[in-house]
């Protein structure tokens, strides 16, 4: 017979909130995302989750609510119980769509690449299309592609990637997240990190391939700054 007290009461929340806190991890790897950029999209302050991650402490159920209303293609039952298949298997109303109904966010035909390479195509100044996908249909939300490779297996090639400019400084940006940066001469997407020298960052591409290798830039040189939300392999 198991008599429960206080302390075992507590031991059990802790233990089933660490559980979810886990599960909520293998959402943000598989959405090939970060913890800030989930933070941002539920819209929890930063380090709400991250820090109940490291510190294996609870978080408010209602930021576990804001996960399931934004991300539909996972199970709740998998979320909070572990129990079942983590994608539903029916597909929910809110897959992702294209329309040209103004419905979500605009998808602009603008290529962010993985590396350094000059801009060959022109910023688009009208959509293409609209991304109907509940979890980023947010204001100041675009749609855009990545090319190269320097970013995998984080952000894959030909991936469609979810973007909202920055209006902030680049000093006053969380760093360590994922970031596109466009200068007059190119555009990339980087994870961004604080630079030894005053007045620069380092640019940190995810594939440790040899080809691929940090890079400091002058903040002068920046023109714009997009925190990459998230990404999807494929729209079908």
């Given at each position: ?29 598989n ?47 998998w ?50 299309y ?14 855009c ?37 466009v ?37 002068s ?10 990404s999807?392999?494929?729209?079908f």
């Amino acid at each position: 017979m198991i008599i429960f007290n206080h302390k075992n009461i507590k031991g059990i929340f802790f233990q089933l909130m660490s559980t979810i806190l886990s599960r909520i991890q293998e959402i943000v790897s598989n959405e090939g995302t970060t913890i800030g950029a989930l933070e941002r999209i539920i819209g929890a302050s930063k380090g709400v989750l991250s820090r109940a991650i490291n510190n294996g402490t609870d978080i408010q159920s209602k930021w576990i609510q804001r996960i399931v209303e934004n991300y539909p293609l996972y199970s709740a039952d998998w979320l909070l119980t572990g129990h079942g298949s983590m994608q539903r298997k029916e597909k929910p109303e809110s897959s992702p769509e294209i329309n040209y109904e103004y419905k979500g966010a605009p998808y602009y035909n603008v290529d962010f690449i993985g590396g350094f390479d000059i801009v060959l195509n022109d910023q688009t100044t009208n959509p293409d299309y609209y991304i109907n996908f509940a979890p980023y249909n947010k204001p100041g939300v675009i749609w855009c592609n990545i090319t190269g490779h320097s970013m995998e297996p984080e952000l894959n090639n030909g991936d469609f990637i979810a973007m909202k400019e920055m209006t902030d400084p680049i000093e006053y940006l969380p760093y360590g997240e994922i970031y596109g940066i466009v200068t007059n001469s190119y555009r990339t997407v980087k994870r961004v990190r604080m630079s030894d020298r005053k007045g620069f960052i380092r640019l940190i591409p995810t594939n440790k391939s040899p080809e691929y290798g940090e890079q400091e830039i002058p903040i002068s040189m920046i023109r714009k700054v997009f925190a990459v939300l998230g990404s999807m392999h494929r729209l079908f």
